[in-house]
């Protein structure tokens, strides 16, 4: 007897985030964890803290944190903050999609939403950091438009993130910016 194939999974939407939300954020950052398992050095990650729901209150109260969501509840999320020090720019601090839901671009949705909000609110550019040679961490971020950050680029700002995630442990990290604006907003 031959099993039928699975269904593809239902189409998520993607909206703005509300408070009720917040309690089911860090299961689904713990599920993207899982991801590091498959990277020796790094599977540490899997169980390593997450983004307590308390993290995500401020930006769901400022509107910048989205979510997507299907039938089976949420399926993903990013969470940002305008840094003015930096020229108003968006600061992604977590995108996140539920392990069971990656690479079925939720995660592109979240960032070229995060974007047009962006150059909606008149802010300059989306900044994040991540791993450098993570293939769905700083390559995945280049395909969606952002650029990597000299060290010679970095603001103050960046800096900062970059030496608190190393004081973590979190070594091979990179800052990395988006341009926003009509031509790089689709």
Same mark, same amino acid.
Request: aromatic share 6%; glycine share 8%.
């Given at each position: 007897?031959?099993? %039928?194939?699975? +269904? &593809? &999974?239902a189409a998520a939407t993607l909206r703005t985030a509300r408070p009720a939300d917040a309690p089911?954020? &860090?299961?689904?950052?713990?599920?993207?964890?899982?991801?590091?398992?498959? *990277?020796?050095?790094?599977? $540490?990650?899997?169980?390593?803290?997450?983004? +307590?729901?308390?993290?995500?209150?401020?930006?769901?109260?400022?509107?910048?944190? $989205?979510?997507? !969501?299907? @039938?089976?509840?949420?399926?993903g999320f990013l969470t940002a903050g305008v840094a003015a020090e930096d020229g108003r720019v968006l600061?992604?601090?977590? *995108?996140?999609?539920?392990?069971?839901?990656?690479?079925?671009?939720?995660?592109?949705?979240?960032?070229?939403?995060?974007?047009?909000?962006? %150059?909606?609110?008149? *802010?300059? %550019?989306?900044?994040?950091?991540?791993?450098?040679?993570? +293939? $769905?961490?700083?390559?995945?971020?280049?395909?969606?438009?952002?650029?990597?950050?000299?060290?010679?680029?970095?603001? &103050?700002?960046?800096?900062?993130?970059?030496? !608190?995630?190393? @004081?973590?442990? *979190?070594?091979?990290?990179?800052?990395?910016?988006?341009?926003?604006?009509? @031509?790089?907003? +689709?």
């Open positions: 007897m031959t099993r %039928a194939p699975a +269904p &593809p &999974p089911g954020l &860090p299961d689904v950052e713990r599920s993207a964890g899982a991801s590091f398992l498959a *990277l020796p050095d790094l599977a $540490w990650i899997a169980s390593h803290d997450v983004m +307590p729901a308390d993290g995500h209150l401020e930006a769901i109260a400022q509107g910048t944190c $989205w979510v997507t !969501e299907d @039938a089976t509840g949420l399926t600061h992604i601090r977590e *995108l996140s999609v539920r392990a069971d839901r990656q690479g079925q671009g939720l995660g592109r949705r979240l960032l070229d939403h995060a974007a047009r909000h962006a %150059a909606a609110h008149g *802010l300059s %550019a989306v900044t994040l950091t991540t791993f450098r040679d993570v +293939p $769905w961490n700083a390559p995945f971020y280049a395909r969606a438009g952002f650029t990597l950050l000299d060290d010679d680029a970095l603001t &103050p700002r960046l800096r900062a993130i970059l030496a !608190e995630e190393a @004081a973590h442990g *979190l070594h091979r990290r990179c800052a990395m910016r988006r341009e926003v604006g009509q @031509a790089h907003c +689709p």
